[in-house]
């Protein structure tokens, strides 16, 4: 009996040895994914890359995506326009880079003094967010899935320090979505730079300030390098949501097997993309901050001038988009009702520890 058995396992490994085009089908399904991220930014790129490989190994290879960075296929910035198109499956982006399109997709990334990213994820997961972000995007013939979070984000270099909300005035800064809509109402010249061209328009003087990420990737792309002040926080960017967005007809076309292992390998890389910035964020800070490179915080005054200026600018836009409007609403009563929680356990918790060392 156990002769029969050894035999009987050698002879199914020899055969399968010898058939290795059963062991490894060709893939059923090959699909295109443009990024809007460099590859050295192992944070973002990798993320995507990393998503694209989990779901060729939790489908055995059948459904395969080739991932593109910025640039390879299509510029940074005109990435959703190809998806929408149908040129390529899917993108890798962050919907507040194209509010231009519609303002109201800034509500997939996230809205300056907005959500945290718990917050963020409850309202999108399972506060309406995403159903409402799903109906916006049909329309242009997409669907959106939440994909990555940088969290709260650093308030970028400047060539100068920012000491009163006068001091905004005529500052020209690479600062996108509606971030720069709040700081050209305080009289700022907001520029739309990719993240490849962010460093030289920094260190030429062509701006005089930029908003990149944070401590990890700015540290990656060389600002400390041509700006001396760093400002936080970056109210503009509470929680960042990176998306892919899918063609609409290329996600019909799925099985629901292949949808659902999509969904999966999203639904993972929002939950680690953030704890790569996290574990990686201080010891970035700590590097530039040995190299000279002199942290600031931006002063209430400017803080406040920011905040009103930037509720002021949502109910402009809810005035004049239907889109916008429809959206506003659902989020900010959220919004409302989640703050008091965070403030009363999180928010106090915090300060307090915060307040103390670590002891031994």
Not at 176 to 196: D, E, F, H, R, Y
Request: some cysteine.
């Amino acid at each position: 009996m156990q002769r029969r058995t050894i035999m009987t396992g050698a002879t199914t490994g020899l055969a399968a040895l010898a058939t290795p085009a059963l062991a490894q089908p060709a893939p059923a399904i090959r699909w295109r994914m443009a990024t809007s991220w460099p590859n050295s930014l192992d944070a973002l790129q990798g993320s995507a890359v990393n998503l694209c490989k989990r779901v060729g190994q939790l489908t055995d290879g059948r459904f395969e995506i080739r991932c593109f960075a910025g640039g390879e296929l299509m510029p940074a910035l005109q990435v959703m326009d190809a998806v929408q198109a149908g040129t390529i499956e899917c993108g890798h982006i962050m919907s507040s880079n194209f509010i231009g399109k519609n303002p109201a997709f800034a509500f997939d990334a996230g809205l300056p003094f907005g959500m945290n990213i718990r917050q963020q994820a409850a309202w999108l997961h399972d506060g309406g967010g995403l159903e409402l972000m799903r109906a916006l995007y049909r329309r242009s013939n997409l669907i959106p899935f939440p994909a990555g979070n940088s969290g709260a984000q650093m308030g970028g270099f400047f060539r100068k320090e920012i000491r009163t909300p006068e001091d905004l005035r005529g500052l020209k800064m690479r600062i996108p979505g509606l971030g720069g809509s709040v700081m050209a109402k305080l009289g700022a010249v907001p520029q739309q730079i990719p993240g490849s061209e962010v460093y030289a328009a920094l260190e030429r003087g062509t701006i005089d300030a930029a908003e990149w990420i944070g401590p990890y990737d700015d540290e990656k792309i060389g600002l400390h390098k041509v700006a001396p002040y760093y400002y936080a926080p970056g109210w503009w960017d509470t929680n960042a949501t990176m998306s892919v967005q899918v063609s609409l007809p290329a996600w019909e076309a799925l099985s629901p097997g292949f949808k659902a292992a999509f969904e999966v390998a999203c639904n993972e890389q929002f939950m680690l993309m953030p704890t790569r910035y996290d574990a990686r964020n201080p010891d970035a800070l700590r590097r530039m901050l040995a190299q000279g490179v002199q942290l600031r915080i931006f002063p209430r005054a400017v803080m406040e001038a920011c905040y009103k200026a930037a509720f002021e600018t949502y109910e402009e836009i809810a005035q004049s988009s239907e889109d916008f409007r429809t959206i506003y609403g659902p989020w900010k009563r959220f919004l409302e009702s989640s703050n008091p929680w965070f403030r009363v356990a999180e928010g106090n918790m915090d300060a307090f520890r915060f307040s103390h060392g670590i002891p031994g």
